[in-house]
């Protein structure tokens, strides 16, 4: 599967921007989707991940009430909403990909990858 991560951009504290990962290539409604991401000189972080039906989401605690993440898998394409922006979320945004049932969280258990679009706030 090919993963497109879309969506980032520079917007002020306290704003949104609504992300998308749109897959290409497989049967993505077979697949855990989960979103990272990695500011510089920064190891990547989870921030959010979805079961390949979309009734099982998880999120750390550093994101848990601001972003949320969903699936259409009518258009092959993951959502992560991202509402009260802060300047410590500004980042590369990856989203990740694995044929499984279950929600994954770790980094390594993904086995596709898209490309990453950035997401910038300012202060």
């Known amino acids: 599967v090919q993963l497109q991560a879309s969506g980032g951009g520079l917007v002020q504290a306290g704003g949104s921007l609504r992300l998308s990962c749109a897959a290409s290539?497989?049967?993505?409604?077979?697949?855990?989707v989960g979103w990272f991401r990695q500011a510089p000189g920064k190891e990547r972080e989870f921030v959010a991940a979805i079961n390949w039906s979309g009734d099982s989401t998880y999120y750390p605690d550093s994101v848990k009430g601001r972003f949320t993440i969903s699936r259409d898998n009518a258009k092959n394409t993951v959502y992560l909403q991202v509402n009260n922006l802060k300047p410590e979320d500004t980042a590369v945004y990856y989203c990740a990909a694995r044929r499984t049932q279950r929600v994954l969280k770790i980094s390594y258990h993904y086995d596709y990858w898209g490309q990453g679009t950035l997401v910038t706030v300012s202060s």
């Open positions: 290539g497989s049967t993505f409604s077979a697949y855990a």
